[in-house]
């Protein structure tokens, strides 16, 4: 895939690792995008134009088979929710334009991060870069 194909979409970004064991950073950031989708798919005469991702930046681990597992556990919606992978390199081509960090440490190689929440909107132009977890889901769908 590439971020062409969603040309004329506002779009919300956003990249975690599904091994995440910190309930306030990655699974949060699944948990907003949930309400997010919930909050535009519920509201009458919202926009149709959006769209929500999700990038992992574990791909070894972040396989297809386990991105949609962690997808149906938050309810995504395919139509309006994509949960994409690819090579490393790629990924950390993306996060880098952001401010997305991300790096293994300790003996068990364990992933270290920050937070990054991206809103583009259906130009393509960066609206929002929002760092940290300490937005709210109403916030993102007003921007």
């Known amino acids: 895939m590439s971020l062409s194909q969603f040309r004329g979409q506002a779009l919300a970004i956003t990249f975690i690792f599904t091994r995440c064991p910190y309930p306030?950073?990655?699974p949060l950031m699944a948990s907003n995008f949930e309400q997010v989708q919930r909050q535009l798919l519920a509201t009458p005469n919202a926009p149709t134009n959006w769209h929500l991702?999700?990038?992992p930046f574990d791909p070894e681990w972040d396989t297809p088979p386990r991105l949609k597992a962690?997808?149906?556990r938050y309810h995504y919606d395919q139509r309006h929710w994509s949960f994409l992978t690819g090579e490393l390199i790629d990924i950390t081509a993306i996060t880098e334009q952001?401010?997305?960090q991300f790096w293994r440490e300790?003996?068990?190689q364990s992933i270290s991060h920050n937070l990054r929440t991206v809103?583009?909107?259906a130009r393509g132009r960066v609206q929002a870069i929002i760092r940290e977890n300490k937005w709210k889901p109403e916030e993102l769908t007003a921007i």
């Open 98 to 100: 952001f401010g997305q």
């Open 106 to 108: 300790g003996q068990d």
């Open 53 to 55: 991702l999700t990038i």
């Open 70 to 72: 962690f997808a149906e």
């Open 119 to 121: 809103v583009v909107d």
């Open 24 to 26: 306030t950073f990655c």
